[in-house]
């Protein structure tokens, strides 16, 4: 969708209470600085391969001096009240989630290079995208992305800093059979719910138009 219908959505989102996340076109980190100053509070960067790339997507969302955002003056994060530059620029490196995925082979091998990083808060498998990749399309099952599975987890675990709130966090999506993935201790989510709760309220709404 146009990067301005995104922003009015997340803007909506957050008068709701809501946090909002954008995923951005592949590798157009330009896009990230327009999308966070609109109202979204996590960046999804697709197909990530290398450390150097997930920097580059840290870089463009945080403030300096982990970043390099172009400074502004106030958000509707804030109701568009003015504070401090440094505290603003402070407030929002907090507020503001990155989620790196991971949708290819070359994705999995560098996962401990890229969950190490810091800014990352979250590194997600696009398990339909990474099973076209390896040549097992849709094979959930298949010990490889079991395999491919495992090693990410074990990547995320050993970039765990004790000393850091910001642990790194595992999210697993694609792939319509759940007993293929599973079980495995890492955060998920599945979209088929979301999806089930929007038709069962189109259903509803249309349900009411009838009687």
């Known amino acids: 969708m146009p990067i301005d219908t995104a922003a009015l959505i997340c803007a909506a989102a957050l008068d709701l209470g809501l946090a909002p996340f954008a995923r951005i076109p592949e590798r157009e980190y330009g896009v990230i600085g327009r999308l966070l100053d609109g109202g979204v509070l996590g960046i999804i960067a697709p197909r990530v ?18 970043g390099h955002r172009s400074a502004v003056a106030t958000l509707a994060h804030f109701d568009f009240q003015k504070m401090p530059a440094a505290q603003f620029n402070r407030t929002m490196n907090e ?10 082979p070359r994705g999995i091998e560098n996962a401990e290079a890229i969950a190490a990083l810091p800014g990352v808060d979250i590194v997600g498998i696009g398990t339909n995208d990474l099973t076209a990749e390896m040549g097992v399309e849709g094979e959930f099952r298949h010990p490889d992305v079991r395999k491919a599975h495992e090693s990410a ?21 694609g792939g319509a059979d759940p007993a293929g993935r599973g079980p495995v201790h890492v955060h998920r ?6 999806l089930a709760a929007a038709r069962d309220r189109v259903s509803q709404a249309l349900a009411s138009l009838k009687s």
């Open 189 to 194: 989510y599945r979209h088929d719910l979301l």
């Open 153 to 173: 987890i074990a990547a995320c675990r050993r970039a765990q800093n004790p000393g850091n709130r910001r642990h790194r966090r595992l999210s697993l999506r």
């Open 95 to 104: 507020a503001t989630v990155v989620k790196i995925l991971l949708e290819s």
């Open 49 to 66: 391969e290398s450390a150097e790339e997930a920097q580059d997507i840290v870089a463009a969302c945080r403030f300096p001096p982990f």
